[in-house]
Protein backbone atom coordinates (compact mmCIF):
# COMPACT_ATOMS: atom_id res chain seq x y z
CA UNK A 1 0.00 0.00 0.00
CA UNK A 2 1.41 3.42 -1.14
CA UNK A 3 1.97 6.12 1.96
CA UNK A 4 -0.56 8.22 -0.16
CA UNK A 5 -3.73 5.96 0.80
CA UNK A 6 -5.65 6.70 4.35
CA UNK A 7 -4.78 5.51 7.88
CA UNK A 8 -6.10 3.50 9.79
CA UNK A 9 -5.31 4.41 13.91
CA UNK A 10 -7.55 1.97 16.15
CA UNK A 11 -8.13 4.21 19.32
CA UNK A 12 -11.75 2.90 20.46
CA UNK A 13 -12.30 -0.30 23.13
CA UNK A 14 -8.85 -0.59 24.47
CA UNK A 15 -9.72 -1.95 27.99
CA UNK A 16 -8.14 -1.16 31.22
CA UNK A 17 -5.84 -3.32 33.43
CA UNK A 18 -8.22 -3.45 36.29
CA UNK A 19 -11.03 -4.96 34.18
CA UNK A 20 -9.31 -8.07 32.52
CA UNK A 21 -7.92 -8.82 36.04
CA UNK A 22 -11.94 -8.49 37.67
CA UNK A 23 -12.97 -10.76 34.86
CA UNK A 24 -10.08 -13.53 35.14
CA UNK A 25 -10.68 -13.60 38.91
CA UNK A 26 -14.67 -13.86 38.24
CA UNK A 27 -14.07 -16.79 35.71
CA UNK A 28 -11.57 -18.84 38.15
CA UNK A 29 -14.38 -18.54 40.99
CA UNK A 30 -16.95 -20.31 38.81
CA UNK A 31 -14.96 -23.43 38.59
CA UNK A 32 -16.53 -27.20 38.78
CA UNK A 33 -13.85 -27.61 41.37
CA UNK A 34 -11.71 -30.37 39.09
CA UNK A 35 -9.45 -27.56 37.34
CA UNK A 36 -12.05 -27.31 34.78
CA UNK A 37 -14.17 -24.15 34.49
CA UNK A 38 -17.90 -24.23 35.27
CA UNK A 39 -21.04 -23.99 32.89
CA UNK A 40 -21.36 -20.38 33.85
CA UNK A 41 -17.59 -19.67 33.23
CA UNK A 42 -17.87 -21.24 30.05
CA UNK A 43 -20.80 -19.20 29.11
CA UNK A 44 -19.48 -15.59 30.34
CA UNK A 45 -16.32 -17.34 27.79
CA UNK A 46 -18.71 -17.37 24.88
CA UNK A 47 -20.66 -14.32 25.84
CA UNK A 48 -17.33 -11.85 26.32
CA UNK A 49 -16.39 -13.55 23.12
CA UNK A 50 -19.14 -12.87 20.88
CA UNK A 51 -19.04 -9.81 22.62
CA UNK A 52 -15.08 -8.54 21.49
CA UNK A 53 -16.58 -9.89 17.53
CA UNK A 54 -19.16 -7.92 17.97
CA UNK A 55 -16.96 -5.16 18.82
CA UNK A 56 -14.45 -5.90 16.96
CA UNK A 57 -17.25 -6.02 13.72
CA UNK A 58 -18.58 -2.54 14.71
CA UNK A 59 -14.91 -1.45 14.52
CA UNK A 60 -14.10 -2.80 11.45
CA UNK A 61 -17.57 -0.98 10.13
CA UNK A 62 -16.56 2.92 11.22
CA UNK A 63 -12.75 2.49 10.38
CA UNK A 64 -14.25 1.38 6.68
CA UNK A 65 -16.60 4.23 6.66
CA UNK A 66 -14.21 7.03 7.97
CA UNK A 67 -11.92 5.10 5.34
CA UNK A 68 -14.11 5.08 2.58
CA UNK A 69 -14.90 8.90 3.24
CA UNK A 70 -11.08 9.60 2.73
CA UNK A 71 -11.29 7.65 0.19
CA UNK A 72 -13.99 9.31 -1.71
CA UNK A 73 -12.70 12.81 -0.78
CA UNK A 74 -9.68 12.23 -2.34
CA UNK A 75 -11.22 11.08 -5.47
CA UNK A 76 -13.72 14.24 -5.63
CA UNK A 77 -10.29 16.21 -5.34
CA UNK A 78 -8.98 14.11 -8.17
CA UNK A 79 -11.80 14.66 -10.28
CA UNK A 80 -12.16 18.22 -9.54
CA UNK A 81 -7.98 18.51 -11.05
CA UNK A 82 -8.85 15.98 -13.96
CA UNK A 83 -11.80 18.25 -14.97
CA UNK A 84 -9.69 21.55 -14.71
CA UNK A 85 -6.76 20.11 -16.45
CA UNK A 86 -9.53 18.78 -19.40
CA UNK A 87 -10.89 22.27 -19.87
CA UNK A 88 -7.45 24.05 -19.93
CA UNK A 89 -7.07 21.21 -23.06
CA UNK A 90 -10.04 21.90 -24.36
CA UNK A 91 -9.50 26.22 -24.48
CA UNK A 92 -6.14 26.07 -25.99
CA UNK A 93 -7.72 23.35 -28.88
CA UNK A 94 -10.36 26.11 -29.30
CA UNK A 95 -8.07 28.84 -29.10
CA UNK A 96 -5.66 27.21 -31.62
CA UNK A 97 -9.18 26.18 -34.25
CA UNK A 98 -9.47 30.01 -33.85
CA UNK A 99 -6.87 31.06 -35.03
CA UNK A 100 -6.46 28.76 -37.89
CA UNK A 101 -9.74 30.05 -38.91
CA UNK A 102 -8.64 33.57 -39.04
CA UNK A 103 -5.77 33.06 -40.63
CA UNK A 104 -7.73 31.03 -43.44
CA UNK A 105 -9.86 33.58 -43.97
CA UNK A 106 -6.98 36.48 -44.02
CA UNK A 107 -5.31 34.11 -46.62
CA UNK A 108 -8.58 34.09 -48.76
CA UNK A 109 -9.24 37.68 -48.59
CA UNK A 110 -5.85 38.27 -49.81
CA UNK A 111 -6.32 36.02 -52.74
CA UNK A 112 -9.25 37.83 -53.69
CA UNK A 113 -7.51 41.04 -53.34
CA UNK A 114 -4.68 39.55 -55.61
CA UNK A 115 -7.29 38.13 -58.19
CA UNK A 116 -9.12 41.12 -57.99
CA UNK A 117 -6.04 43.13 -58.98
CA UNK A 118 -5.04 41.02 -61.87
CA UNK A 119 -7.85 40.70 -63.78
CA UNK A 120 -8.28 44.95 -63.43
CA UNK A 121 -4.58 44.41 -64.50
CA UNK A 122 -6.16 42.32 -67.94
CA UNK A 123 -8.87 44.34 -68.82
CA UNK A 124 -6.77 47.04 -68.80
CA UNK A 125 -4.71 45.42 -71.92
CA UNK A 126 -8.13 44.05 -73.36
CA UNK A 127 -7.78 40.63 -72.64
CA UNK A 128 -11.31 39.09 -71.59
CA UNK A 129 -12.40 38.31 -68.46
CA UNK A 130 -12.73 34.37 -67.44
CA UNK A 131 -16.71 35.13 -67.39
CA UNK A 132 -16.74 36.65 -70.55
CA UNK A 133 -14.49 33.64 -72.41
CA UNK A 134 -17.03 31.22 -71.05
CA UNK A 135 -19.70 33.47 -72.78
CA UNK A 136 -17.92 33.66 -75.99
CA UNK A 137 -17.75 29.33 -75.35
CA UNK A 138 -21.03 29.28 -74.95
CA UNK A 139 -22.33 31.79 -78.15
CA UNK A 140 -19.74 29.85 -80.05
CA UNK A 141 -21.21 25.98 -79.20
CA UNK A 142 -24.73 27.59 -80.21
CA UNK A 143 -23.69 28.84 -83.66
CA UNK A 144 -22.00 25.78 -84.11
CA UNK A 145 -25.05 23.72 -83.38
CA UNK A 146 -26.92 26.04 -85.75
CA UNK A 147 -25.07 25.50 -88.68
CA UNK A 148 -24.60 22.23 -88.49
CA UNK A 149 -28.78 22.11 -88.42
CA UNK A 150 -29.24 23.82 -91.40
CA UNK A 151 -25.98 22.32 -93.17
CA UNK A 152 -28.37 18.90 -92.37
CA UNK A 153 -31.29 20.96 -93.77
CA UNK A 154 -29.65 22.03 -97.19
CA UNK A 155 -28.81 18.20 -97.63
CA UNK A 156 -32.15 16.89 -96.78
CA UNK A 157 -33.64 19.64 -99.50
CA UNK A 158 -30.95 19.31 -102.08
CA UNK A 159 -31.25 15.40 -101.70
Known sequence: ?????????VT??????????????????RSSGWGLPGPGAVVS?????????WWA????????????????DALVEEGKSWEQTERERRERRARQV???????DALQEAEERIQDGVDAALRRVGVPS????????DQIDALSARVEDL?????EDGA
Open 98 to 104: RTLVEES
Open 151 to 155: ARAAE
Open 130 to 137: RDEMEDLR
Open 12 to 29: RGTRSKRSRQTNASSARS
Open 57 to 72: GLGAVATARDAGAQVF
Open 1 to 9: MSDDGPKIT
Open 45 to 53: GVVRGVRTM
